[in-house]
């Protein structure tokens, strides 16, 4: 398998008017792990999806929609617990609001186990997230694992929210994964000022860096990203997307790209301008899977940017 994803898929009910005033929601599937499952797999790799779906007809349709999207569901266990939800009003601008419905969702009960019976452990790449550490003790556990037994490249994203986990508990398992992730991809200022306690992207990649990850790309919206590997620091542009109508699930769509590219054997520099390319596509759909990049459309805005 070139990519391995761990995490939790949702149902999504999303909108473009605000939660306060929709009355029309369109249903489709999203959620961290699914967006950059999805993302990659549209480049051309092998993509396993591991994790838990309720036993009720959204989880099979989520199967279904992952599998016609190449993602191999093979790891996709069923319950306990339903499948999680969210809904969600569009802004171009980022300013989203989201309602959450996954509490005791099927996917919370992932466990070492789950890691233990997917392909992770021999995945050229395995893309963690800081989401699927927070949905649950035992995914916590999870994604401990999964960095400590992976043989290939782990790729891991803290993206933290306040609504799931403490900062305390997101910087632990932050500080256990590094050691054994090829490269971080921290937001800043989001995840950078709440975990690391800074703005400075310099030194967000330093402190990262610290942790023990060989290479760190803080990604900071229109200023691009900053790469920090071996002696080397680096700014990549930003690529200007040409229609933004939502935001939702950009940044998934950069890991899972990039993940793609690494598992294609490309240079971190060049997965890294890989994600940003995916990610300024994806703007142009509604939802956090509405907007998928294809391997020629990637390649084809890198020429031009």
């Known amino acids: 398998m070139d990519v391995v994803v761990i995490g939790e898929p949702l149902v999504e009910f999303s909108s473009r008017r605000s939660l306060s005033e929709a009355d029309t929601f369109t249903l489709s599937f999203s959620g ?9 797999a549209a480049l051309g790799v092998q993509v396993a999806l ?16 992952a599998a016609a999207k190449g993602v191999d569901t093979r ?3 069923r319950g306990p617990g339903p499948t999680g939800a969210y809904a969600v009003g569009a802004d171009p601008v980022g300013a989203r609001a989201f309602a959450y419905m996954r509490t005791g969702s099927a996917a919370s009960h992932l466990s070492p186990e789950d890691v233990d019976r997917s392909p992770a452990p021999l995945a050229s ?3 963690l997230s800081g989401i699927t550490a927070a949905l649950s003790d035992s995914c916590a556990a999870a994604v401990r694992h999964a960095a400590h037994i992976a043989s290939g490249r782990v790729v891991y994203d803290p993206n933290f929210r306040s609504r799931l986990t403490t900062p305390e508990k997101a ?17 800043c200022p989001g995840d950078a000022d709440v975990l690391l306690g800074t703005s ?13 990850a060989p290479a760190v790309a803080v990604t900071q919206g229109p200023r691009g990203v900053l790469l920090s590997e071996g002696d080397t620091i680096s700014t990549l542009p930003a690529i200007v997307a040409t229609e933004v109508v939502d935001q ?7 890991a899972g790209a990039l993940s793609a590219w690494l598992a294609r054997g490309e240079s971190l520099a060049s997965a890294v301008r890989a994600g940003t390319a ?16 294809t391997a020629g459309e990637v390649r084809a805005l890198l020429t031009m940017s």
Do not use: K, M
């Not at 591991?50 to 929609?65: C, K």
């Not at 398992?173 to 971080?184: E, N």
């Not at 995916?278 to 990049?293: C, D, P, W, Y």
């Open 278 to 293: 995916a990610a300024a596509i994806s703007l142009a759909g509604q939802g956090g899977t509405g907007r998928v990049a």
């Open 248 to 254: 939702t699930g950009a940044g998934d769509s950069f």
């Open 32 to 40: 961290d792990a699914l967006n950059a499952a999805v993302a990659a």
């Open 50 to 65: 591991v994790t838990r779906v309720g036993a009720d007809e959204f989880g099979e349709r989520l199967v279904a929609f």
């Open 200 to 212: 400075d992207p310099y030194e967000v990649a330093s402190t990262c860096r610290a942790l023990g």
């Open 125 to 127: 790449v395995v893309l």
């Open 171 to 187: 910087r632990a398992v932050l500080a256990d994964v590094a050691p054994h992730a090829r490269l971080l991809v921290p937001s």
């Open 75 to 77: 790891w996709i266990s």
